[in-house]
Every structure is written in C-alpha cells, then in structure tokens.
C-alpha cells in the first residue's frame, strides 16, 4: 500500500529533467502506475520520464547524479521480484526504445563467445536492439532476416 505523501521530486529536478527530456510525468497517477511490477512489491517512483534515445538517458541519469536522485531504468514490468520498483526516477525504456537496431546473421558465433575469442557472457550473437525492444520484435525481425531466435519461456 503506498502511503498517502509519497517521495517527492524538488522543483528545480523536475524543471532541469523537463526542459531536457520533455516526456516527463511526475503526477501521482503515472507515479501509481510505475509502482509496481510483476512483483508483489509496491514502491512509489520520484517520476517517470520516457527517453527518445541514448542521449536522452544519458542527460536524465546526470541530471539525477547532480540533484541525488536515484535512476530505474524499466522495461516491460514484469520482473517477480520487484526490479521494476524504487523510490527513483524510472527511466520507461519501451515507450520509444523499442527497435531492433540491426540483425547481422553472418556475425553467427557460438553463443557467449566474441569473434576475437573473448568471453561475453550469456548474451552473444548478431542481435543489436535498443533496451526496450521486446522478445516478440525481437523474434519477428529475427525471422525476417533468416536468423535463429529460439523460444523463450516469455515468447
């Protein structure tokens, strides 16, 4: 339950990330909104702010460091143990970074592993999206270009 005065944002954050990013909301609907996610946690955000592009989230995660506010950047919500959640700045990431930047199915390589031999972690291949892009666009551009994109336990 979020109590009735929640975490507040300073009028001089709101105006600076404003005037920078433009698509803010620091109201308490939106704000009801992004406090929760598939989780059974509840936390209300300082604010929301959906950025056009990696600029953009770049300004708002300096804009925050200067006025010690913390940043969440969030995806789809549905984390099941509260990751999308925090009295931050949530950064909503699929509103307009949601493309698949390039898919390059001739870069195909064994999952985890770099072209020059170096460990990449678990995440490897010829898929290069923006954040927000969901598994579903990520799939249906995958299957345009002749590149395999195994089913997940979202898909």
Known sequence: MIPPTAP??????????????????????TRLLYSTDASIYQMMPVGVAFPHDADQVAAAVEIAGRHAVPVLP????????????GHALVLDLTRHMDQVLEIDPEARRRRGVEADGRKRGRHGGPVYCDRGAG??????WASCSDALWPVGPTN
Do not use: P
Not at 8 to 20: D, L, T
Not at 74 to 85: K, T, Y
């Open 8 to 29: 507040e944002a300073s009028r001089e954050f709101m105006q600076e990330i404003g005037r920078e990013l433009g698509e803010v909301r620091f109201d308490r609907m």
């Open 74 to 85: 969030r995806g789809s919500g549905s984390s099941l143990d509260g990751q999308a959640v």
């Open 135 to 140: 598994a579903s666009g990520v799939a249906h």
